[in-house]
């Protein structure tokens, strides 16, 4: 979604197989029932991400996979970063809010229940952080990757707007 929304502002190219093959590995994963003990589901996973992999391959970038999930990922690990968790539990974090930040809430939602069920993290007081220290994050998190255009960049929130935004992403999503 990122890689279409600077695609559509910036005129930024976009390989439309890669970003077909890396939305359906997504799609592929939130619509599977299963969870990690269900072969069915790691079978889906692992050709996700195998589907993943061969999109930026054939991109030539990590565009059709890293938006900014990713920045927040990094903002995360740049900031805090003996406290930082895990890149995928940091991702589908940044992944969940980014969605609602481009307005899809139910998505975000539905995204975040999966990411429930399979025991990750939706909000970042699930690991570890404040709401406070998650503001700074999601406004350091632009800067992790010059020039990759975002829903981040698009918006360009500033402190109070990102605190508000959160707190209405965490009720959308429940707790």
Known sequence: ADWELANRVNGEKIDGLAAAMARQAGEAV?????GI???DF???LAEALVLSGIAMSVSGDSRP???????INHAFDLLFPQRAASHGEQCGLGAAFAMYLRGAHDESAHMAGVLRRHGLPVRAEDIGF????????VEFAPETRPGRYT???HLDLKT???KDTYA??????GS
């Open 30 to 34: 939130l619509r599977h029932p299963g």
């Open 37 to 39: 003990e269900d072969n």
């Open 42 to 44: 790691l079978q889906v």
């Open 65 to 71: 996979s890293s938006g900014a999930c990713h920045e």
């Open 130 to 137: 404040t709401v406070d220290e998650f503001v700074r994050v």
């Open 151 to 153: 829903i981040l960049e």
């Open 160 to 162: 109070d707007q990102i």
């Open 168 to 173: 209405d992403y965490v009720k959308a999503i």
